[in-house]
């Protein structure tokens, strides 16, 4: 799966917030349980169009992710006490990370969700 995901790191060892709080986008793609984020997120969707209409998978190496998360112990869930913002879910990582994503609309936040649980 792949898209665009707001994201704004939230807690770290499970409580303290983090000094960073602002939200950026970025271009997500969720392969397996590795969940990769690209910061040139028009970059992303230009390169992600490029991909579908080919038959190759060779433009893929040109997308490098800036960070990549591993989401095989980690939790996402609607968190309903999130009111600013909507189609937001919070990711529960095992080390005690954090995040909120916000995505574009209700569908695809439920599809997030499932396939991060799923993967
Ligand atoms: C943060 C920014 C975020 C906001 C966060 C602010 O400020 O306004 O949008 O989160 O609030 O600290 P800055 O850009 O200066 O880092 P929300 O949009 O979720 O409210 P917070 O500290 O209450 O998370």
Not at 33 to 38: E, H, K, R, T
């Amino acid at each position: 799966k792949s898209g665009k995901l707001g994201r704004k790191v939230d807690l770290i060892d499970g409580k303290k917030k983090t000094g960073l709080r602002s939200w950026r986008i970025y271009g997500v793609i969720l392969s397996g349980s590795q969940l990769m984020f690209f910061k040139d997120e028009s970059g992303f969707t230009a390169q992600m169009k490029k991909l579908k209409n080919s038959e190759e998978s060779a433009i893929l190496p040109v997308l490098k992710p800036d960070v990549i998360l591993m989401t095989a112990d980690s939790v996402a869930v609607y968190d309903k006490n999130y009111e600013k913002y909507k189609n937001v879910f919070r990711l529960v990582c095992p080390k005690g990370h954090q995040y909120l994503f916000q995505a574009e609309n209700d569908a695809e936040m439920n599809d997030w969700i499932s396939k991060i649980n799923y993967a």
